[in-house]
């Protein structure tokens, strides 16, 4: 764990739903013009084309091989020496997942010792993407009348390719302006966030086994922050809720037990709880995202189950969810004992992040990303273009300036990480 003294405690934070509403009028094209237009920077052309190459290629979580070749022929023609790490095929909770490849990434340097000394900050997002496959667009009929407020959309165009993107260029000019020495730094891109993590994850494993697990300092983590610094995440945590009763005939219901009725009966009560706030995170809240039960409308229900997940505002990284899954199971068991059974495991409380750079506006996230993934003792930052509110969805889009801001941003964060 880290010392907590070691992050701002920004208690007032605004929420993230109400910073970014006005973020989506803005791209809903009423508000376009109020942002002030900044020059062009010298790497606009080079990053809109990297990002356009990134967003052309479909790469749905579990299909990310395609870009990950990209990745591996094109990181070489910038300067950078190059790897493909590759997770074996195998079946998993989200189906059959084929041989997939993470993206490992480091400035060449021409000092004899750089590439072969260990990186002290991490700079990383993911390659993965959510479905369906939107093909990219941008919002201007030819590449001389792109400003700052131009619109791009398309799937992954904001999550997370824009950070992919940006952290690219950000490294690429930090070590070609000499500001840092490239052996400092290294490129991760990974698979399966949007899915199980296992990008992460496998990577996080195979540094353990090495020693040049000890010399990172700090992690960046490229996911949509609308460009401001987060302060953290909530924690999550899944369960899926099963309920036995015994089947009869609908007109005789006292010969038989309701599995529906005992679920539901839970699951009024698991709505009504509270699981607890903090002024940081929140409230901890509830989704009930599937239920089945029953065969027929005459029958009494044998079986009925409920697949929950919870957004964890309570608690650390390490003890947040067994908090939880405790509440659960008494709220279970006071229901009716007998009937009902929780199966739940994994999950994690809320993530902190480092968030007490100057020049940064700071924010809280309810969404999960691969912060909890990479163990090890570094400082954790989380940071990227684009809102989270149109991540997911048909509109996923954003502005030219958000792309260049987040280059500007990843660039002082990596300065901000090795000076600390
Ligand atoms: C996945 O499961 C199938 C069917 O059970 C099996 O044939 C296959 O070998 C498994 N693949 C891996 C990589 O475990
Ligand atoms: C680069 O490394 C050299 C030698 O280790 C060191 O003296 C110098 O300060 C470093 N430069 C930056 C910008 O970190
Ligand atoms: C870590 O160091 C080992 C050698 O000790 C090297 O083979 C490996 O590529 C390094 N890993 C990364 C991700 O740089
Ligand atoms: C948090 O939960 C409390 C009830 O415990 C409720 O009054 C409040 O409106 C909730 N806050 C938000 C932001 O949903």
Redesign the pocket.
Known sequence: MKPLSQFLLCGLLP?AGLASSSYQKQLGGLDLDSKPQLAAPSYRKHLLETHKQLVEISSISGHEVPVANFLHTYLPTLGFETWLQALPASNTSWGYLPERYNVVARPRSDASHSSSAAARVLVTSHMDVVPPYIPYHIDAPSSEEITGSTIISGRGSVDAKASVAAQIIAVEELVASKAINASDVMLLFVVGEETLGDGMRFFSDSLQSHSNSTSLKAAIFGEPTENKLACGHKGITFGSISAKGKAGHSGYPWLGKSATEVLIRALGKILEH?FG?SERY??TTVNIGKIEGGVAANVIPKEAQAEISLRIAIGDQKNGADIIRKQLKSILEEVDSEALSLESKGGYGPVECFCDVDGFETMVANYGTDVPHLAGDHVSYLYGPGSILVAHGDDEALRVGDLEEAVEGYKKLVKHALEA
């Open positions: 929420s509270d706030k929140g409230n």
